[in-house]
């Protein structure tokens, strides 16, 4: 079985900060790209940003300056540092994972439940 647990969300002012968590536990033998989406109410789930196992990062225009993805792989763990935040940027934030459960399969795509971060004008 493998969780990946999202933590640190919650209600911010604009032009505040916070820092999301993930988490992946269970049977995992690799980690490839980790990821940040999110789904604002109404709208479709948006990936917000990207970090291969090597450190390349992508971001969505939108977030590009403000918002930082990290990884820490031997800690099998995702970061989102978020700053500058937008009342734009409220939504449920996901973290998805590419993880392969043992040297004989193949990477499969993971999901945390999401967390929710509210950003007030």
């Known amino acids: 079985q493998v969780q990946l647990v999202e933590s640190g969300g919650g209600l911010v002012q604009a032009g505040g900060s916070l820092e999301l968590s993930c988490v992946a536990s269970g049977s995992i033998f690799t980690i490839s790209t980790m990821a940040w989406y999110r789904q604002a109410p109404g709208k479709q789930r948006e990936l917000v940003a990207t970090i291969t196992s090597g450190g390349v990062t992508n971001y969505v225009d939108s977030v590009k300056g403000r918002f930082t993805i990290s990884r820490d792989n031997a800690k099998k763990m995702g970061y989102l540092q978020m700053k500058n935040l937008e009342p734009e940027d409220t939504a449920v934030y996901y973290c998805?994972?590419?993880?392969?459960?043992?040297?004989?399969?193949?990477?499969?795509?993971?999901w945390g439940q999401g967390i929710q971060v509210t950003v007030s004008s």
């Open positions: 998805n994972a590419g993880i392969r459960r043992s040297r004989s399969t193949s990477f499969a795509p993971y």
